[in-house]
């Protein structure tokens, strides 16, 4: 497990977040098709929380993208690097998060990230950030849909509608398992909005969230179990995606 410092120069306010966000959009990439979906190598990054002990846990899950194997994993532990803001919580995470993905043994391929990419107030979430500061491709997969709007798609496993703030399409909301609530799939980096969500439908043959999130989450879980309480990885395995 990496320990991880908060970054020399890292934002301490929210005007200074934002501006960093405003000067890395444009170098958001949105005309490469990334890799083919069931192909290569897919990780899954997530974190968690205590916020009473000021301590973040990342973790990277690399996936085997036919199979939804294990490749390979790593955690990361530091401290919260910025405080709670809706739009801005990138700041929080990518510390530990770039600290995760530099552990690993093995190049991650796509990036699959537990919230946005271009389904941001700012079109530029955790998952554009990520992909901006690394290169890699990303894409976003988010449980609810922020602020956006859509119709509800048909209840068929693979059934999408356009995610819209006005009239610009800024995702899909996508049925991974009949008659389940969609998930909010977003483009980060060097993707497509087609590829994303052929990726998330390859990550999910069984449950609603992708596996990579799964695995991630149940990683980070325990690194920070282990960082907060003394209790090895493993010690409590449970997650919240159950469905």
């Known amino acids: 497990m990496t320990t991880v410092r908060v970054p020399a120069g ?58 939804l194997d294990v490749v390979a994993e790593a ?18 995470e990518i510390p530990t998060v770039l600290a995760a993905l530099d552990a690993l043994p093995c190049s991650p391929g796509l990036v699959v990230c537990d919230g946005y990419g271009l389904a941001h107030p700012r ?26 709007t859509y119709d509800d798609p048909g209840a068929p496993r693979g059934s999408a509608s356009p995610l819209l703030d006005g009239a610009d399409e800024v995702g899909r909301a996508l049925r991974t398992r009949a008659g389940v609530k969609p998930v909010f799939v977003s483009v980060g980096h060097r993707t497509t909005l087609d590829d994303a969500c052929a990726h998330t439908l390859a990550l999910t043959p069984r449950f609603r969230l992708p596996e990579s999130t799964r695995r991630a989450d149940a990683l980070c879980r325990a690194a920070l179990r282990e960082a907060t309480t003394g209790l090895p990885p493993g010690s409590d395995g449970r997650s919240e995606y159950v469905d």
């Open 123 to 148: 079109r530029f979430g955790l998952a554009s950030h990520l992909g901006v500061l690394t290169g890699l491709p990303t894409i976003g997969v988010a449980k609810n849909p922020f602020a956006f």
């Open 75 to 92: 955690t990361a532990v530091g401290r919260i690097s910025f405080p709670y803001v809706p739009g801005l919580l990138a700041f929080r």
């Open 10 to 67: 890292w934002p301490a306010t929210e005007e200074e977040a934002r501006a960093v966000q405003d000067a890395l959009r444009a170098e958001v990439v949105l005309d490469e098709p990334g890799p083919p979906p069931g192909a290569g190598r897919v990780t899954g990054v997530d974190v968690a929380y205590d916020d009473e002990r000021d301590v973040v846990a990342a973790a990277a899950v690399v996936l085997d993208a036919a199979s």
